[in-house]
């Protein structure tokens, strides 16, 4: 083990960085990303097999064998922090560097190119996408349900990894950016720490406090030669359904005991680990520049992806989109742009026969349009739905465009999950391929809370209300699941003492349109 001393925090500073006109969006394909940037090729290709090489060291810690994924990741990385704010919530002030997101587009993150800052340890852009990504990749490949405190811990503590001159992975590096909140704050007791979710909250300082707490208290049990193995037994116990506080005093013992340890930790100075061989260098990276056609959407697409929920943002979203289709008639990223806008936006207020007119102009160029032709699909069902149609042979083909998008793309969890909600939206039981398809695109995004969740009640539905339950865990504890989890769990377990299993599944199994 190595030492690293924590010492007190430093406010961060950015120097701010612009790109050029000229500047076209590149794609960087690797084994588990695609990567778009308007950065030059050089530092593309550096930045991907720097996230790459992460991705690989995550794989060897915890012993997944298989190589990248069948279903990647997206990232978007943009110039500067402030673009990365502005995206996230409108204001180029507000404190987002960088985010990761799950919705019914398929799952994202969004980063910057900005460096600069006076802490020590790798960028402050780093650190936040490996965190998001240390999220993601905890949701794909370690399948139990984890408690907040240790969801979070878990991503600032391999947050911090880098890469010695060797090419060894560096792992457990203090969290720099959390000192200020650790040592100038009040502290959070263990106990809160453990049995509240990071929801609670009531303040910055608070969350800044809590985040800290949690990856310290992650680094001690991680690190610590006297708590080995705590940690797993823990876990263990809340997956067997302990409740919380016993399951805490059971592994880790007196929790005051467990405060006034994690209080001299702080103190100390903390050991991390360094792998024994160099973690490997990825050099299947393909770099190509987009389209001409992509490239001139990307921005939009951005705006798009970011800004459900806020009506004025994709409305304006949705104009501008029509006012660079009438500029570019024969582009069909635009008009597929254009319709996704029109669908994201209120039922009430959307403009379908808009939407229709920019999908068949999408499909007349790329008749195998992926995305377009599942848009398609969900246009069709939702107007056989306003009208009460109960022809099975009407909702055949309706479902008929979302068929052809599988067709196209068999490794798109997207038109899979759409195939079995078509059937809700029909309101009538998925067939036996639509719960396989089901099945198939949980496998290909497990981090997909909706689809997890569509998953877990369609377990329950037949019968395997074990699986269920575990997977309605792993939702409830999540701290990102905007408090769906335990509504799911809850209905999950109804379901099994009531012996439901034979129930149709409703419209409201799945929360698309």
């Given at each position: 083990?190595?030492?690293?001393?924590?010492?007190?925090?430093?406010?961060?500073?950015?120097?701010?960085?612009?790109?050029?006109?000229?500047?076209?969006?590149?794609?960087?394909?690797?084994?588990?990303?695609?990567?778009?940037?308007?950065?030059?090729?050089?530092?593309?290709?550096?930045?991907?097999?720097?996230?790459?090489?992460?991705?690989?060291?995550?794989?060897?810690?915890?012993?997944?064998?298989?190589?990248?994924?069948?279903?990647?990741?997206?990232?978007?990385?943009?110039?500067?922090?402030?673009?990365?704010?502005?995206?996230?919530?409108?204001?180029?002030?507000?404190?987002?560097?960088?985010?990761?997101?799950?919705?019914?587009?398929?799952?994202?993150?969004?980063?910057?190119?900005?460096?600069?800052?006076?802490?020590?340890?790798?960028?402050?852009?780093?650190?936040?996408?490996?965190?998001?990504?240390?999220?993601?990749?905890?949701?794909?490949?370690?399948?139990?349900?984890?408690?907040?405190?240790?969801?979070?811990?878990?991503?600032?503590?391999?947050?911090?990894?880098?890469?010695?001159?060797?090419?060894?992975?560096?792992?457990?590096?203090?969290?720099?950016?959390?000192?200020?909140?650790?040592?100038?704050?009040?502290?959070?007791?263990?106990?809160?720490?453990?049995?509240?979710?990071?929801?609670?909250?009531?303040?910055?300082?608070?969350?800044?406090?809590?985040?800290?707490?949690?990856?310290?208290?992650?680094?001690?049990?991680?690190?610590?030669?006297?708590?080995?193995?705590?940690?797993?037994?823990?876990?263990?116990?809340?997956?067997?359904?302990?409740?919380?506080?016993?399951?805490?005093?059971?592994?880790?013992?007196?929790?005051?005991?467990?405060?006034?340890?994690?209080?001299?930790?702080?103190?100390?100075?903390?050991?991390?680990?360094?792998?024994?061989?160099?973690?490997?260098?990825?050099?299947?990276?393909?770099?190509?520049?987009?389209?001409?056609?992509?490239?001139?959407?990307?921005?939009?697409?951005?705006?798009?992806?970011?800004?459900?929920?806020?009506?004025?943002?994709?409305?304006?979203?949705?104009?501008?989109?029509?006012?660079?289709?009438?500029?570019?008639?024969?582009?069909?990223?635009?008009?597929?742009?254009?319709?996704?806008?029109?669908?994201?936006?209120?039922?009430?207020?959307?403009?379908?026969?808009?939407m229709r007119a920019a999908l068949d102009k999408v499909l007349a160029a790329k008749p195998e349009h992926v995305r377009a032709n599942v848009l398609l699909g969900q246009l069709q069902l939702y107007e056989l739905r306003q009208?009460?149609?109960?022809?099975?042979?009407?909702?055949?083909?309706?479902?008929?465009?979302?068929?052809?998008?599988?067709?196209?793309?068999?490794?798109?969890?997207?038109?899979?999950?759409?195939?079995?909600?078509?059937?809700?939206?029909?309101?009538?039981?998925?067939?036996?391929?639509?719960?396989?398809?089901?099945?198939?695109?949980?496998?290909?995004?497990?981090?997909?809370?909706?689809?997890?969740?569509?998953?877990?009640?369609?377990?329950?539905?037949?019968?395997?209300?074990?699986?269920?339950?575990?997977?309605?865990?792993?939702?409830?504890?999540?701290?990102?699941?905007?408090?769906?989890?335990?509504?799911?769990?809850?209905?999950?377990?109804?379901?099994?003492?009531?012996?439901?299993?034979?129930?149709?599944?409703?419209?409201?199994?799945?929360?698309?349109?």
């Amino acid at each position: 083990m190595q030492k690293a001393g924590f010492g007190l925090i430093a406010v961060i500073m950015m120097t701010g960085m612009t790109g050029t006109a000229e500047a076209k969006w590149l794609r960087a394909d690797t084994e588990s990303f695609i990567i778009y940037s308007e950065s030059g090729e050089k530092p593309l290709r550096e930045f991907a097999a720097n996230l790459q090489r992460f991705d690989t060291t995550l794989r060897l810690v915890f012993n997944v064998a298989q190589k990248g994924e069948e279903s990647r990741l997206p990232i978007y990385l943009l110039p500067s922090r402030d673009d990365v704010a502005r995206l996230a919530t409108g204001s180029r002030s507000a404190p987002v560097s960088g985010f990761y997101r799950q919705d019914r587009d398929g799952s994202f993150a969004l980063s910057h190119r900005q460096s600069g800052g006076t802490l020590p340890g790798t960028s402050a852009a780093q650190q936040v996408l490996f965190h998001e990504y240390s999220h993601h990749f905890m949701k794909r490949h370690l399948r139990v349900a984890f408690p907040g405190w240790f969801i979070e811990g878990f991503a600032e503590y391999y947050s911090t990894v880098d890469f010695d001159k060797e090419g060894r992975a560096m792992i457990g590096q203090p969290a720099h950016r959390r000192g200020y909140g650790l040592l100038m704050l009040p502290k959070m007791p263990a106990e809160r720490v453990l049995l509240e979710p990071p929801g609670a909250m009531r303040s910055r300082g608070q969350t800044d406090v809590y985040y800290g707490r949690s990856w310290l208290l992650t680094h001690m049990l991680f690190h610590d030669a006297a708590r080995a193995n705590q940690v797993n037994t823990y876990t263990n116990a809340i997956n067997a359904g302990i409740e919380p506080r016993k399951a805490a005093t059971d592994a880790f013992g007196d929790l005051a005991q467990l405060d006034k340890d994690l209080n001299r930790y702080v103190e100390g100075r903390l050991s991390y680990r360094t792998t024994r061989d160099p973690v490997p260098v990825s050099t299947a990276i393909k770099i190509t520049p987009l389209s001409a056609d992509e490239d001139a959407v990307m921005m939009l697409r951005l705006e798009r992806l970011n800004v459900r929920g806020d009506k004025p943002r994709l409305t304006n979203v949705r104009d501008a989109l029509r006012a660079l289709a009438a500029k570019l008639p024969t582009n069909p990223d635009v008009h597929y742009e254009l319709a996704a806008a029109e669908w994201d936006i209120a039922p009430a207020a959307r403009d379908l026969a808009a939407m229709r007119a920019a999908l068949d102009k999408v499909l007349a160029a790329k008749p195998e349009h992926v995305r377009a032709n599942v848009l398609l699909g969900q246009l069709q069902l939702y107007e056989l739905r306003q009208k009460g149609e109960t022809d099975p042979a009407a909702w055949r083909a309706a479902r008929r465009p979302i068929q052809i998008a599988n067709r196209a793309d068999p490794n798109d969890p997207i038109p899979l999950h759409a195939y079995f909600q078509s059937f809700l939206t029909e309101r009538t039981r998925p067939s036996d391929m639509a719960i396989k398809g089901l099945e198939r695109a949980f496998v290909l995004t497990p981090e997909n809370l909706s689809l997890r969740s569509a998953y877990a009640v369609s377990l329950a539905h037949l019968g395997r209300f074990e699986p269920a339950i575990n997977l309605a865990k792993t939702v409830a504890f999540d701290p990102h699941d905007n408090g769906r989890g335990d509504a799911l769990l809850k209905r999950i377990e109804t379901m099994r003492d009531r012996g439901a299993a034979v129930a149709a599944p409703s419209a409201d199994d799945d929360a698309g349109d």
